[in-house]
């Protein structure tokens, strides 16, 4: 299927009619370039994601994973539950931390959200290595309700899929499973770390996973570089 020839996004971007009140020219004009602009990082997006989806088959997963659950002991396959495709986001939590880490945790906060929606197309599975009790306390600490969240108990997982550094502490990862025809394998991972972190910037994957830069991207203040999520605010 051949898709159709897309229209520049200048000229997209000149269809646009929406005007603000009291705005100056000089606003309108700078508006309409960083509309052409962001049309084009949003087909730049897609294009990518178009390749990510074709990605030839990754490697098999094979090794002794186990996992222990809120409704018990489940080894890999079995997060996939009754889907086809399984993401396992690694969470900053384990047994030498006295508390989680805050990034993470207001990342999660956000996919609590989401969680739902998220089991209608594909299994969803957090991830950490201490063990379930103080996952399940957290959990209800932060008022989570659907996020799943499983104790890597031999700690085999979080090793071969780097949720582990090389001096055994916690690194965040993000990996994506697919079960076809019976074989589970790797599908796709971010790979973006500080070796590949532009200057200037704290090194982040692409499409950015967390709402709360998504919309700190969209203020005059941007993402700054002196503030980082707590795990409370005194409330």
Excluded at 22 to 39: T, V
Excluded at 95 to 111: G, K, Y
Excluded at 125 to 149: H, T
Excluded at 177 to 186: A, S
Aim: charged fraction near 30%.
């Amino acid at each position: 299927m051949t898709s159709a020839p897309l229209v520049p996004a200048a000229e997209l971007a000149g269809r646009n009619r929406m005007r603000f009140p009291n705005e100056s020219e000089a606003y309108r004009r700078a508006r309409q370039a960083l509309l052409a602009e962001e049309i084009e990082l949003r087909r730049h997006l897609e294009r990518v994601a178009e390749q990510r989806r074709a990605l030839p088959p990754g490697g098999e997963v094979a090794g002794d994973y186990r996992f222990q659950g809120e409704r018990g002991p489940v080894d890999f396959a079995g997060l996939f539950g009754d889907r086809q495709t399984l993401v396992v986001y690694s969470y900053m939590f384990g047994p030498q931390r006295e508390r989680p880490c805050p990034m993470c945790t207001s990342l999660l906060s956000a996919w609590d959200g989401e969680a739902r929606d998220i089991g209608q197309r594909v299994a969803l599975a957090v991830v950490a290595r201490s063990p379930l009790e103080r996952l399940l306390a957290f959990k209800q600490e932060r008022g989570w309700r659907d996020l799943p969240l499983y104790s890597d108990t031999n700690g085999n997982y979080s090793r071969d899929y780097f949720a582990v550094d090389a001096d055994g502490g916690d690194q965040a990862a993000f990996n994506v499973f697919t079960r076809r025809d019976g074989v589970v394998r790797h599908f796709w991972s971010g790979e973006m770390g500080p070796e590949s972190a532009d200057p200037g910037q704290d090194p982040r994957g692409a499409p950015d996973l967390a709402p709360l830069w998504t919309v700190f991207d969209c203020t005059p203040e941007g993402r700054g570089t002196d503030w980082y999520p707590k795990l409370g605010y005194g409330d």
